[in-house]
């Protein structure tokens, strides 16, 4: 329990920040017109945020006549988030600086059956070269967050198991990194991250789904990404989507992602042609007219679209966005989805579904997690009530 001074002040301290973060940049007049609070409640916290670094004066208001007002905004390069996207493989890394630009980005590859030792090891390694070429000293990071394809458990912040990474069964990755690096590390599921970087306003409802070898979603609502009480909310790719038909890495029949998942559309092409190709030379056989590739995009299109319109149907959320599904909207894939969900949907809604393509690239995939860290960085306490005999107190629930 926090003294009610303190508790006030951080609050104050918190509406200023989140001020500033919003616009941007701001003259003081503003935010104290924004947060209502007292001029000099609002000159101690600035002057309190520029002594932490946290903010820094970034030019004048240009006027005609009189002052010209000093704008303030959020300091660039002195404290920074890393945010790192587990897809094995590659592994994308990026950091953000205070105001969520992204000031460096790399991608590495790891064995097929690395362990998960073996991908803390790789992170160490390449965070270590990221501080040297960035420039970045490790006391200036505010934390890391790490995105993982498996079943979370955020109570513990660890991933109970992740089907596609050799022996993970509880690994705390957590606590390895920790015991090297002292800033916080927070482990959530790979989709749910990456559908920060979707949200552009408060008001923004949205199922974000994720295509790679599995299949992933983040369902948003009111701008916030709904986690579920585990961390597993939108687990569509082990939805099932019927019961006697191929097995599911999990041990289950017929999940969604052995239809239309990257890895299920490798398999079906090998089973059909006896040649192997990626997926991305898959997309392109089929951008050229290969009709058995065709084909499997054409049915891995349908069955993609029935597990949208189930999710769509189970939030009545109609705006979806697609992530990583590495082709252009008029490639044949995307338009059996498009057609799929259209079909499935037919009298659910006044409203037609839409879906599209997340316009975000590879080298930001880290920076869903680096938008996680700012958000628990700028996170405003939160605050009840406990009136008892002897009068009420403030209580931080944070
Ligand atoms: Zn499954």
Redesign the pocket.
């Given at each position: 329990m926090l003294k009610n001074t303190n508790i006030v002040k951080m609050a104050n301290q918190a509406l200023v920040l989140d001020s500033i973060k919003k616009n941007k940049k701001i003259t003081t007049e503003e935010i104290i017109n924004q947060t209502r609070l007292s001029r000099t409640t609002v000159l101690t916290m600035m002057k309190e945020l520029s002594q932490q670094k946290l903010i820094e004066k970034r030019g004048n208001v240009r006027q005609s006549v009189g002052r010209q007002p000093i704008l303030y905004s959020l300091s660039r390069d002195v404290y920074y988030a890393i945010g790192i996207d587990i897809d094995v493989a590659p592994i994308y890394m990026a950091i953000s600086r205070l105001d969520g630009t992204i000031a460096y980005s790399r991608q590495w590859d790891v064995s097929e059956n690395a362990d998960g030792r073996e991908i803390k090891d790789s992170i160490i390694e390449h965070v270590s070269k990221a501080f040297v070429e960035a420039k970045v000293s490790r006391d200036k990071i505010i934390g890391m967050g790490i995105g993982l394809p498996g079943v979370m458990n955020l109570q513990q912040n660890i991933a109970e198991k992740i089907s596609r990474i050799r022996g993970w069964e509880n690994y705390d990755i957590a606590k390895e990194l920790g015991d090297v690096f002292d800033f916080p590390i927070y482990v959530r599921n790979d989709t749910h991250l990456l559908g920060h970087m979707e949200i552009e306003s408060e008001n923004e409802n949205m199922l974000y789904i994720l295509h790679r070898s599995g299949i992933g979603m983040a369902p948003i609502i009111n701008g916030e990404v709904y986690e579920g009480i585990f961390g597993n909310a939108g687990y569509i790719?082990?939805t099932r989507i019927g019961a006697q038909g191929r097995i599911?890495?999990?041990?289950?029949k017929d999940?969604l992602?052995?239809y239309c998942s990257k890895r299920s559309i490798e398999k079906s092409y090998e089973e059909k042609t006896g040649s192997h190709l990626g997926y991305d030379a898959l997309v392109l056989a089929a951008k050229n007219g290969d009709l058995d590739a065709c084909d499997i995009f054409r049915k891995a299109g349908n069955y993609f679209g029935i597990g949208i319109t189930n999710a769509i149907k189970t939030y009545d959320i109609l705006n979806v966005v697609i992530g990583d599904l590495r082709c252009s909207e008029d490639h044949i894939f995307f338009q059996s989805i498009q057609e799929s969900v259209a079909e499935n949907s037919v009298n659910f809604s006044v409203k037609q579904p839409t879906v599209r393509l997340s316009s975000h690239k590879k080298d930001e995939y880290g920076m869903g997690a680096c938008q996680f860290v700012l958000e628990k960085f700028f996170e405003q306490p939160k605050f009840h009530t406990n009136i008892s005999e002897n009068g009420g107190e403030w209580v931080e629930t944070m």
């Amino acid at each position: 329990m926090l003294k009610n001074t303190n508790i006030v002040k951080m609050a104050n301290q918190a509406l200023v920040l989140d001020s500033i973060k919003k616009n941007k940049k701001i003259t003081t007049e503003e935010i104290i017109n924004q947060t209502r609070l007292s001029r000099t409640t609002v000159l101690t916290m600035m002057k309190e945020l520029s002594q932490q670094k946290l903010i820094e004066k970034r030019g004048n208001v240009r006027q005609s006549v009189g002052r010209q007002p000093i704008l303030y905004s959020l300091s660039r390069d002195v404290y920074y988030a890393i945010g790192i996207d587990i897809d094995v493989a590659p592994i994308y890394m990026a950091i953000s600086r205070l105001d969520g630009t992204i000031a460096y980005s790399r991608q590495w590859d790891v064995s097929e059956n690395a362990d998960g030792r073996e991908i803390k090891d790789s992170i160490i390694e390449h965070v270590s070269k990221a501080f040297v070429e960035a420039k970045v000293s490790r006391d200036k990071i505010i934390g890391m967050g790490i995105g993982l394809p498996g079943v979370m458990n955020l109570q513990q912040n660890i991933a109970e198991k992740i089907s596609r990474i050799r022996g993970w069964e509880n690994y705390d990755i957590a606590k390895e990194l920790g015991d090297v690096f002292d800033f916080p590390i927070y482990v959530r599921n790979d989709t749910h991250l990456l559908g920060h970087m979707e949200i552009e306003s408060e008001n923004e409802n949205m199922l974000y789904i994720l295509h790679r070898s599995g299949i992933g979603m983040a369902p948003i609502i009111n701008g916030e990404v709904y986690e579920g009480i585990f961390g597993n909310a939108g687990y569509i790719g082990h939805t099932r989507i019927g019961a006697q038909g191929r097995i599911c890495n999990c041990g289950l029949k017929d999940c969604l992602e052995v239809y239309c998942s990257k890895r299920s559309i490798e398999k079906s092409y090998e089973e059909k042609t006896g040649s192997h190709l990626g997926y991305d030379a898959l997309v392109l056989a089929a951008k050229n007219g290969d009709l058995d590739a065709c084909d499997i995009f054409r049915k891995a299109g349908n069955y993609f679209g029935i597990g949208i319109t189930n999710a769509i149907k189970t939030y009545d959320i109609l705006n979806v966005v697609i992530g990583d599904l590495r082709c252009s909207e008029d490639h044949i894939f995307f338009q059996s989805i498009q057609e799929s969900v259209a079909e499935n949907s037919v009298n659910f809604s006044v409203k037609q579904p839409t879906v599209r393509l997340s316009s975000h690239k590879k080298d930001e995939y880290g920076m869903g997690a680096c938008q996680f860290v700012l958000e628990k960085f700028f996170e405003q306490p939160k605050f009840h009530t406990n009136i008892s005999e002897n009068g009420g107190e403030w209580v931080e629930t944070m």
